[in-house]
C-alpha cells in the first residue's frame, strides 16, 4: 500500500499524559498536512509543512502541539499535557508541489485520540 | 479564502441523480473549485475539480456557471455507498502555504 499511513489509528489516555502520532506520506509528496477533526465537523488545518520546513502553523495549534519533518519524509505530531478537549482525530494528509496537477491532499486514516 | 456555503444534509434514494450546490461568492481568480467526499472513520478523498464549465469523471460531474460564484456536484444514480459527507472547497490548485480549509461539508444519507 503506497498511500498516508498513520499510526497509531486508535489512542486513549489520561488527562496529563502525552501522546505522539506518526504519519508516513506518499514517498514523492514534498508537501505533509496535519489536520483535527471532531464530529460532526470538517477538517481543520493544524500545520503544514513543505519538505523539513513547518511553514505554516493555525492558531488551533497552541503551545502544547508541537509538530516535526526531520528529514522531510515521516512526520510526528506531539501534544503534550493532554486535555479532554483534545479528544478528536487527527488526519495526516499529503501533497506535492508544482503547478501543474490537481493540488489533491491524500490523507490517511486518520488517529483517534480520546483524552478520558 | 473565498468561504463556501452548502447545505448540512440532503436525502436521497438509491438510484436518484444527487445534486449538491455550492455557494462561493468571493472567489477569486486563480481558485479553483474542489469537492472531497468523506466515509466515517475515513479521511477525505478528492471527487473532482474545476474552474469553469462543466467537468465530468468516472464518480460525478462539476457544474460551475460563468460567474462561478457557485458551483453544483452532481453524482448520478446513487447507491447506498454513496452515504458520505460531502465538501467544497474553493483555493488555488497548488496550494502552497494557504491550506485547503473545509467546511462542515454535506451529510449525503443515501436510503434503498
Known amino acids: 500500500d503506497t498511500g498516508v499511513s498513520q499510526n497509531p489509528r486508535h489512542k486513549i489516555t489520561k488527562r496529563g499524559q502525552n501522546v505522539t502520532f506518526r504519519c508516513d506520506p506518499i514517498s514523492e509528496h514534498n508537501r505533509l498536512y496535519w489536520y483535527r477533526q471532531t464530529l460532526g465537523q470538517g477538517p481543520e488545518f493544524l500545520t503544514y509543512?513543505?519538505?523539513?520546513?513547518?511553514?505554516?502553523k493555525s492558531r488551533l495549534l497552541s503551545d502544547r502541539f508541537s509538530a516535526e519533518r526531520p528529514k522531510g519524509s515521516f512526520s510526528t505530531l506531539e501534544i503534550q499535557r493532554t486535555e479532554q478537549g483534545d479528544s478528536a482525530m487527527y488526519l495526516c494528509?499529503?501533497?506535492?508541489?508544482?503547478?501543474?496537477?490537481?493540488?489533491?491532499?491524500?490523507f490517511g486514516e486518520g488517529s483517534r485520540l480520546t483524552v478520558l | 479564502l473565498a468561504k463556501t456555503t452548502q447545505p448540512i444534509s440532503m436525502d436521497s434514494y438509491e438510484g436518484q441523480e444527487v445534486n449538491i450546490t455550492c455557494s462561493h461568492n468571493?472567489?477569486?481568480?486563480?481558485?479553483?473549485i474542489t469537492w472531497y467526499q468523506q466515509f466515517p472513520s475515513q479521511g477525505p478523498r478528492f471527487i473532482i475539480q474545476g474552474y469553469k464549465t462543466k467537468v465530468t469523471n468516472e464518480v460525478a460531474s462539476l457544474f460551475i456557471p460563468a460567474d462561478r460564484k457557485s458551483s453544483t456536484l452532481s453524482l448520478p444514480r446513487v447507491s447506498l455507498s454513496d452515504t458520505a459527507v460531502y465538501y467544497c472547497l474553493v483555493a488555488p490548485r497548488d496550494t502552497g502555504r494557504r491550506a485547503l480549509t473545509f467546511g462542515s461539508g454535506t451529510r449525503l444519507q443515501v436510503q434503498p
Open positions: 509543512f513543505q519538505n523539513e520546513a513547518q511553514l505554516e
Open positions: 494528509a499529503s501533497s506535492r508541489s508544482g503547478a501543474t496537477g490537481t493540488g489533491e491532499l491524500f
Open positions: 468571493n472567489i477569486a481568480t486563480n481558485d479553483y
